[in-house]
Nanobody
Framework: QVQLVESGGGLVQPGGSLRLSCVAS???????????MSWYRQPPGKERELVAG????????NYADSMKGRFTISRDNAKNTVYLQMNSLKPEDTAVYYC????????????WGQGTQVTVSS
């Protein structure tokens, strides 16, 4: 059973930084892993959108255009953990941030965490 647990959200002032963590269980991070881990976010009253993704096996990454340069996704295979470093935060970054695991050979193996709230406000 795959489980994802996010942490690291909170209240931050504009221009500040936060690092979100997502600990995965039920599969192992390694060069043989078949999962892509992603961060999504859902601002108040809006649809959920992709922030960034990382292929566990080789560490390749992709970002939504609006997040490039400010956000960095990374992984720690020893800790089965994916991170999202967020810098130069803006009020419009306020959202619930979700961790996602997608097996790239099986569409049905798609898992979500419970989400962590990020609020950017002075």
């Amino acid at each position: 059973q795959v489980q994802l647990v996010e942490s690291g959200g909170g209240l931050v002032q504009p221009g500040g930084s936060l690092r979100l963590s997502c600990v995965a269980s039920g599969f192992t991070f390694s060069v043989y892993s078949s999962y892509v881990m992603s961060w999504y976010r859902q601002p108040p009253g809006k649809e959920r959108e992709l922030v960034a993704g990382i292929t566990i096996a080789d560490g390749s990454t992709n970002y939504a255009d609006s997040m490039k340069g400010r956000f960095t996704i990374s992984r720690d295979n020893a800790k089965n953990t994916v991170y999202l470093q967020m810098n130069s935060l803006k009020p419009e970054d306020t959202a619930v941030y979700y961790c996602n695991a997608q097996h790239y050979a099986s569409v049905g193996r798609n898992y979500w965490g419970q989400g962590t709230q990020v609020t950017v406000s002075s």
